[in-house]
């Protein structure tokens, strides 16, 4: 490795360990390289921040950070947790399995995992903690619940993925449906096991609605559930791309949430867009200074380095998708999801290339991995949106999302090692 690869690394992680943040580190360190090992102009670098946000592909992130931001003020994530209630309330643990089944439809819409957390552990967090569920179980179902919202398409890591390694963003959205759905049955499944084994949902803390208010919470929740079967059913079926899907999806929560639902006023969309705009400048610029040094590492080989030294190690596909998810699993503590893949993308594509590793299923492994990251210190987002939500330290939602994120583990291994289910519904 040459000396200003080793003042590359070396330079990203101080900056990363004094407390910068990530996409500050990344836009200095690649400023640090351009300026002292090459002769391109400096004026390079805010051509390449534009150029890598400049892409079609790249509009459907702030179109779903909106469309998420809407459905949250407009009463759309509500109507959908009264239809889970409505279908499953009456369940031993019946608030607790329709906190997951609302992370998973809200995750179908958003594509963002901080904002499924928000949109249903408002509402689900203190529902569940007055029904008698205990207060850490119900905040770490909801923090491990809505990581869903990187995995299940429309997914935003996946986009990222997609444009960072030029692969099809509708087969990524294809091959994160089902390892999405397996890990949220299984989630499913923990809850039932610890419900009946604590009595949650039960004597008061059970749900009891009227089959009259079940029809007429099912009947004012079709509109919302129409909204994830046009989004995922346009782009699959070919009708749009999923750019234009995430603008359909702004479109149609507009619609719905002004028009027929009326809980969003004319006046109150300034303040939307506003937030929305706030998200969306965050994540565009993590984005923007990724791919920045992403062009930096290409420039100095590093990419082709590692897969070279690799290759000769004469690694099993097996070893070295263990390797990706240890190292993933690592850095899902420090990095922010799009920063980490912009990272390590450019690093791993090449390698499983040359074992024959499916690119899209590298992929998927790659989100699985981050999605858990999301739950642990000292970078986890969901667990400082949960903490705002319940009250809670930081540490205590870490240690109570322990065994939900374990269900999390499990599924990812299954998912790494048995290709076919991310595969599934992939063509070739």
Same mark, same amino acid.
């Given at each position: ?162 444009? @960072?390694?030029?692969? !099809? &963003?509708?087969? =990524?959205? +294809?091959?994160?449906? $089902?390892? *999405?759905?397996?890990? %949220? ?31 007429? @919470?099912?009947?004012? !929740? &079709?509109?919302? =559930?129409? +909204?994830?079967?046009? $989004?995922? *059913?346009?782009?699959? %079926? ?51 200074? %990724? ?138």
């Amino acid at each position: 490795m040459t000396a200003a690869a080793i003042t590359l690394f070396v330079t990203l992680f101080i900056l990363l360990f004094s407390r910068i943040p990530v996409a500050a580190a990344l836009g200095l360190t690649s400023f640090v390289y351009i300026f002292y090992f090459t002769t391109i102009p400096l004026t390079q670098i805010p051509e390449t921040l534009f150029n890598a946000l400049n892409s079609f592909p790249m509009a459907a992130i702030p179109l779903f950070v909106l469309a998420a931001t809407v459905m949250s003020h407009g009463g759309i994530s509500n109507r959908l947790i009264k239809a889970g209630l409505a279908a499953v309330g009456q369940f031993r643990g019946g608030l607790a399995i329709t906190t997951v089944i609302s992370c998973i439809f809200f995750a179908a819409i958003s594509g963002s995992s901080p904002a499924t957390v928000v949109a249903v552990g408002t509402l689900m967090i203190p529902a569940m903690i007055n029904s008698g569920y205990g207060k850490d179980f119900s905040t770490g179902l909801v923090a491990t619940s809505g990581s869903l919202g990187i995995l299940i398409p429309p997914s935003i890591p996946l986009i990222v993925y997609g444009i @960072a390694t030029e692969q !099809s &963003i509708g087969d =990524l959205f +294809l091959a994160g449906l $089902v390892p *999405g759905l397996l890990a %949220g049955v299984m989630l499913l499944l923990m809850v039932l096991v610890v419900s009946r084994r604590r009595g949650y949902g039960t004597g008061e803390g059970a749900i009891t609605m009227t089959r009259e208010e079940k029809i007429q @919470a099912m009947r004012d !929740s &079709i509109l919302s =559930l129409l +909204l994830p079967a046009i $989004v995922l *059913g346009g782009i699959y %079926g070919g009708f749009f791309t999923p750019t234009e899907a995430a603008a359909m999806a702004v479109f149609y929560s507009l619609i719905v949430s002004v028009f027929v639902y009326r809980e969003l006023s004319v006046k109150s969309l300034g303040e939307v867009l506003l937030k929305s705009s706030r998200m969306s400048a965050m994540i565009m610029f993590i984005i923007a200074n %990724g791919i920045l040094f992403s062009f930096v590492l290409t420039a100095e080989r590093i990419p082709g380095q590692v897969t070279e030294a690799m290759m000769a190690m004469d690694l099993e596909p097996w070893t070295f998708l263990l390797l990706v998810t240890a190292i993933l699993l690592i850095a899902g503590c420090f990095m922010e999801t799009s920063s980490a893949i912009l990272i390590f993308a450019p690093i791993f594509f090449p390698i499983a290339i040359e074992l024959g590793i499916n690119p899209v299923h590298l992929g998927i492994i790659m989100v699985m991995n981050l999605e858990i990251g999301m739950l642990t210190p000292p970078l986890g987002f969901n667990l400082f949106v949960a903490s705002g939500l319940s009250g809670m330290s930081v540490l205590r939602v870490a240690k109570a999302v322990i065994p939900s994120a374990a269900v999390l583990l499990v599924a990812l291994l299954l998912v790494t090692f048995i290709p076919e289910i991310s595969l599934l519904l992939v063509d070739g």
